[in-house]
């Protein structure tokens, strides 16, 4: 499972007056590969739809669930109450 987060410089990215197409795109692009594939690959896009000219600053953000861990458990933080002290 994987999460897009972004900032409206990826929504309102336009070509010829044309939004780029955010939910088809992204879709197609960030289920594929790693993290870091499916960013580079919307990336890639954007910028090709674009002509290389982005009129507004952009931020990405992919995050994915990968499901439960083999068991291990977590490591609770020291400020955390229930904590074993240092």
Sequence with gaps: LRL????DGLGEARRDGEF???ADRAWRLLGHGTVADGLASLETALVEWVHG????DIALVLMEYTGAGTGATAA???WEVGAPES
């Design 53 to 56: 000219r982005l009129d507004d």
């Design 76 to 78: 609770v933080p020291s």
């Design 20 to 22: 780029f197409p955010t």
């Design 4 to 7: 897009l987060l972004f900032t």
